[in-house]
Nanobody
Framework: QVQLVESGGGLVQPGGSLRLSCAAS????????MTWYRQAPGKQRELVAR???????NYADSVKGRFTISIDSAKNTVYLQMNKLKPEDTAVYYC??????????WGQGTQVTVSS
């Protein structure tokens, strides 16, 4: 069993920055995929950024060049550094870890609001 706890959300002005954290506790396998998703009101959940245990990363086109996903393995924590934030980045952000078909876990989500 794995628990994921997100933090770091909040209200920020357009052009500002936030860093989200996702702390994982429990049994983390050596092979995993960590993903940040977001869901805006009235919209489907979408992939924002992904990081694998092989250090492969990919990003949604809408955030490329602005967001960076990284991991501190010693702390079992994944980060999402978000720069140059736009109002359209407003959403609830969720982290997910997938270690196989029966090992898929989600955090509770953290709200990010970009508004002046």
């Amino acid at each position: 069993q794995v628990q994921l706890v997100e933090s770091g959300g909040g209200l920020v002005q357009p052009g500002g920055s936030l860093r989200l954290s996702c702390a994982a506790s429990g049994s983390i396998f050596r092979v995993y995929v960590m993903t940040w998703y977001r869901q805006a009101p009235g919209k489907q959940r979408e992939l924002v950024a992904r990081l694998t245990s092989a250090a492969y990363t990919n990003y949604a086109d809408s955030v490329k060049g602005r967001f960076t996903i990284s991991i501190d393995s010693a702390k079992n924590t994944v980060y999402l550094q978000m720069n140059k934030l736009k109002p359209e980045d407003t959403a609830v952000y969720y982290c997910n870890i997938n270690m196989g078909p029966r090992d898929d876990y989600w955090g509770q989500g953290t709200q990010v609001t970009v508004s002046s």
